[in-house]
């Protein structure tokens, strides 16, 4: 009896095993390289987002400032990166100066100085591949603002026509 149960019982042979294996490991690496691409591009996603949403913010304060100024100073004499100047309709002055301080990463942040508040606008700014640039003949503001995030970098520059002097 024992010859006829060993007669009809049919294992794996070692071909078919050494082929389960070799499937198994080929779907566990596409598994685990998937998974590494995954979190791998959505890191350096988010790095390149957050550049971009930092210069998108600076470049949306100076433009909303710059606009109203009647008086654009590029290159303040007390350190400032942009100064802008204007009179409201009823008469008052106002005065906006954005700075660039240091900041834990080694690079700088943006920060807005108007009416006695400090606001910070942006960060991770490159301070070597930003700058500002008033042309007195086109009466154009232009502002490069670089990001590095990580190692993404994103640069945009704006030009702003202020409103014109009274």
Not at 21 to 34: D, Q
Not at 37 to 56: D, K, Y
């Amino acid at each position: 009896m024992l010859k006829k149960l060993k007669g009809k019982q049919r294992g794996f042979t070692m071909i078919e095993l050494l082929v389960i294996i070799a499937l198994t490991g080929i779907i566990g690496t596409a598994a685990t390289m998937s998974i590494h691409q995954i979190l791998t591009g959505t890191a350096l996603s988010n790095n390149q987002n957050t550049a971009i949403n930092q210069v998108r913010n600076a470049g949306h304060w100076i433009s909303r400032d710059a606009q109203m100024a009647n008086n654009v100073t590029d290159s303040p004499e007390d350190g400032n990166f942009l100064k802008l100047t204007w009179t409201s309709w009823s008469g008052g002055n106002h005065i906006v100066a954005y700075s660039l301080l240091e900041s834990s990463s080694g690079l700088k942040e943006l920060w807005r100085d108007y009416d006695g508040q400090r606001t910070l606008i942006a960060q991770y700014i490159d301070p070597y591949n930003t700058n500002c640039t008033w042309h007195e003949v086109t009466s154009i503001l232009t502002v490069t603002m670089t990001a590095t995030v990580g190692d993404k970098t994103e640069t945009r520059t704006f030009k702003i026509r202020p409103r014109p002097v009274d």
